[in-house]
Structures are given as structure tokens and as C-alpha cells.
């Protein structure tokens, strides 16, 4: 890993050294750390797993109020990196920390009001999630104490997005990948030898949010990272307004995505527990596989975010491209052996139920045969958030989940009964990439005309 001892050295760094190696050398920590938080998201479902089908399909139930949780989390920590990246590739160190301190304060403040909240209607708040009855009680139990470290949640979302934004994904890993692993080891000792049950997986999931919160909190004092200090929180509308700026593409991504997991619930939820549990298990398995191309995204996010401060379009394009083509190949990969082995793959969380394994396997089956295209989904985000453009992000992030999914998911089971709730999924992703790709051509065309001008700027002087 390089090491930097000021963000100035970080700067000439990242508009320097070629793009491929460059991404390469910043998605590397981010896609290990998001393959071990992906795999701990999988482990709470195997370990509770063996409780019940009823259990397993409690953590699918309350996943959708992690993913606002997370929503909060991610608004504050893109629309303060994205901010961050930008200012550092122009030089101005004073007002990347004084975002890095109010981002970070703003969504600590935000997270208790949020959990807050949602502990003072727990009962109905799960019901409306689409619990069932015999869903409900094992939900509440889960959903509690999720909603009591609200705050560490959103706060480390945050601080690891700062950290990568500034070229430091390695401190990242480290929080993120640290408080994966612990739950990994809390999650059957707290379900099983305490006898627990869907609580202990929720309270395991905290202690490691908040040893994650420590650890990143820490990680922002090396490497030439901007430190938090209070002294440093300085709200004001014009801080605001660039997070929103460029958090708003995240808060509808992941706040669409709840959405969407709410409506999948209510779908399923007609034809039976097993339905709402087999669904859920293909969501945190293709979760895992886009966890990797997450990781190489988010890895393009300061090379993007750099090179665009320092007008440098053309390594831009150059990394946006690489990014895309090398997600596509993995996700090729990943998505031949979840077709061939599709049933052994379900069998693995609820080998049990018979039923569960059929309607998850062929859900997964369809998923996986236009699942490589999210790549493109994925970069086109991620490059019109980190550059600026918010309007396009934003419609780039409510497509898949919101724009295209929740019609799918409310037409075609009226059509197609449980099938059409199994390839709503598939449809809303092409009709995704069907809208990203004009989107990004215009960007590219932005970019070029840009780079000409400057280049005539140059001559001129």
C-alpha cells in the first residue's frame, strides 16, 4: 500500500500514475472489504437459518430499514466525499476538513434521531416492513437492536467513505473488514450458546458496527488523511447543499432499494414464508457478487474524483471505461457457476425447505442471466455522482430500484403469479441499462468538449 504524509503528495499521486494501476490499487482494499461485509450479511442469514424458515425470512423483512439506515449513512459520506475528492485534486485542504467534521457529526446527530424513532414504533414499523404474523415476532426481536446502534451505523458509512474519496480504502478495509469478521465469530455464539436467537444476530451485528466506528475513527489520523475534530463542524447551508448535492443520488439508491426489498416482501409474502425466505436468500447472494464490483467502483471514485478536480477528462473516461469492462468479466464469472449451481447455492442457507430451494433457485437462475450489465449500471453512478452531476446520478440510482423495479414487482406477479415476482428483478435491470448508456454517452461528449477547450487555453497562452 502507498503511503502519503499530506493530501498535497496524495493529490499528485493520483492525477499522475497510470489509470489501470491506479484503480486497481485503490479497489483492491475496497472490494476485499466489501466481500468480508458482504459475507457476514450472508452469515447473519445462515445462522438464523437454522433457527426457521420464519427467521431466516425475519432478516429479509428487516433488511429494508438497514438499507434507509445505510441510506442515511451513504448521503452523508458521498455527498462529503464526492466533495472531499473534488476539493483535494483543486489543493484546498481547509474546506475538504471542514466537510470531512460536519459530514461526519451530521450523520451521527442523524442516525440517533432516525433509531430513536423507530424503537418508539418498533410493533408497526415491522408490519408495515411486511412481516407476517408468524414473521413478526422474529423481526421485532431483530429490528431492536439494529435500530439502537443506528448511529455507529451511519457514522462509520461516513468515515469509510471519506477514507476511500481521499485514496485511503486500506484504512477502510481495516474498520470495515475488522467489524465483519467479529460478527462472523459473535453471530453463533450469541444465536446458539446464549440461546439468543434472531437477537443475538442483530446484537452481534452492533458490537462490530461499533468496533468498525473505532477503527475508522482512527484510520482518519494516518496516512494523510484529514483527522475529525469539532473544532471542525461547522454546518452552514453551502456545506449542506454539496452534500446533498452529492449524497442525493445515494439516498435514492438506497432509499428506492428499501423500497423495493419492502414491495418484494408484500409480493412474496402472498405466497408463503417460504417465498419471502428464498427471495431473500438471492438477495444477499447476489449481493455478495456485486459487493465485488462495488468494491472496484468505489476503488474508481477517487481516481475519478481527483483527476476531475484536476481537469484531467481524459483519464476520466480512461478509468471509467476500465472500471466497467473488468466489472463486467467478474461478474460473468460469478453469474455462469450461479446458473449451474443455483440449487446447491440456496441449499447452503435452508437446505431444509425444499420449497425454499426451488423458488430461490430459479429467481436466481433469471437474475443471473442479465446480472453483468449492472457493471455499466454500477460505474455510470458512481462517475456522474463523484463529478457533479446530480441530476443524472439520481436518475441513474432510482432506476434499477424505483423508476423500473416497484412497477415490475407490482404488475407482473398480477400477470405471471410467483414468476412475475421472480423476474421482476431481471426486467427492471434491462430496462436499467437501457436508460444509463445515453446518459453516459452525453457525459463522455461533456467531458471531451471540456478537455478541448482547455487544450485551446493552453495553445492561446
Not at 73 to 97: C, E, M, P, Q, W
Amino acid at each position: 500500500m502507498k503511503t502519503f504524509t499530506d493530501p498535497e503528495e496524495k493529490r499528485i499521486y493520483l492525477t499522475e500514475q497510470p489509470v489501470p494501476r491506479l484503480v486497481l490499487e485503490m479497489a483492491v482494499p475496497s472490494i476485499i472489504s466489501m466481500l468480508i461485509t458482504s459475507f457476514y450479511n450472508m452469515a447473519d442469514t445462515f445462522f438464523v437459518g437454522r433457527i426457521g424458515t420464519s427467521a431466516t425470512a425475519a432478516v429479509g423483512v428487516v433488511f429494508p430499514l438497514m438499507s434507509i439506515i445505510q441510506a442515511l449513512g451513504f448521503t452523508f459520506g458521498h455527498g462529503s466525499g464526492n466533495y472531499i475528492s473534488r476539493t483535494l485534486g483543486k489543493g484546498d485542504v481547509d474546506s475538504a476538513r471542514r466537510m470531512a467534521t460536519t459530514g461526519f457529526v451530521s450523520a451521527l446527530i442523524a442516525g440517533a434521531v432516525f433509531g430513536a424513532c423507530c424503537l418508539l414504533c418498533l410493533g408497526g414499523l415491522v408490519n408495515l416492513l411486511g412481516a407476517t404474523p408468524t414473521i413478526a415476532p422474529y423481526a421485532r426481536d431483530y429490528a431492536r437492536f439494529i435500530l439502537i446502534g443506528t448511529p455507529f451505523m451511519c457514522a462509520s458509512l461516513v468515515l469509510n467513505n471519506q477514507l476511500r474519496f481521499q485514496g485511503s480504502a486500506f484504512y477502510g478495509m481495516i474498520g470495515m473488514g475488522a467489524g465483519a469478521i467479529l460478527n462472523i465469530a459473535l453471530d453463533p455464539l450469541f444465536i446458539f450458546v446464549l440461546d439468543m436467537g434472531v437477537a443475538g444476530a442483530a446484537l452481534a451485528t452492533i458490537l462490530s458496527q461499533i468496533v468498525s466506528f473505532c477503527l475508522l475513527l482512527r484510520g482518519c489520523t494516518r496516512g494523510g488523511n484529514i483527522a475529525i475534530h469539532l473544532r471542525e463542524f461547522k454546518p452552514s447551508w453551502a456545506i449542506y447543499k454539496e452534500i446533498i448535492r452529492g449524497g442525493t443520488p445515494s439516498l435514492f439508491r438506497q432509499g428506492l432499494g428499501s423500497v423495493a426489498t419492502i414491495c418484494l416482501n408484500y409480493a412474496a409474502g402472498i405466497y408463503g414464508d417460504a417465498a419471502i425466505a428464498g427471495m431473500s436468500i438471492v438477495t444477499r447472494v447476489l449481493m455478495f457478487a456485486n459487493s465485488a464490483v462495488i468494491g472496484l467502483g468505489q476503488g474508481f471514485q477517487p481516481v475519478c474524483g481527483f483527476n476531475y478536480g484536476a481537469r484531467r477528462f481524459d483519464r476520466v473516461r480512461k478509468a471509467f471505461w476500465f472500471t466497467v469492462t473488468l466489472g463486467f468479466c467478474l461478474l460473468v464469472v460469478f453469474c455462469t457457476v450461479g446458473i449451474v449451481f443455483a440449487p446447491s447455492i440456496i441449499a447452503i442457507f435452508r437446505k431444509e425447505d425444499l420449497e425454499v430451494i426451488e423458488i430461490g433457485a430459479l429467481s436466481l437462475r433469471l437474475q443471473c442471466v442479465v446480472y453483468p450489465f449492472t457493471a455499466f449500471i454500477v460505474g455510470a453512478n458512481m462517475m456522474l455522482q463523484t463529478i457533479g452531476k446530480p441530476v443524472r446520478a439520481s436518475i441513474v440510482a432510482a432506476a434499477r430500484s424505483g423508476l423500473f423495479f416497484v412497477p415490475a414487482i407490482l404488475i407482473l406477479p398480477q400477470v405471471f403469479d410467483l414468476f412475475g415476482v421472480q423476474i421482476s428483478q431481471m426486467v427492471a435491470d434491462i430496462l436499467s441499462l437501457g436508460l444509463s448508456i445515453p446518459l453516459v454517452i452525453g457525459t463522455m461528449r461533456e467531458m471531451k468538449r471540456m478537455q478541448a477547450q482547455d487544450e485551446l487555453l493552453r495553445a492561446q497562452q
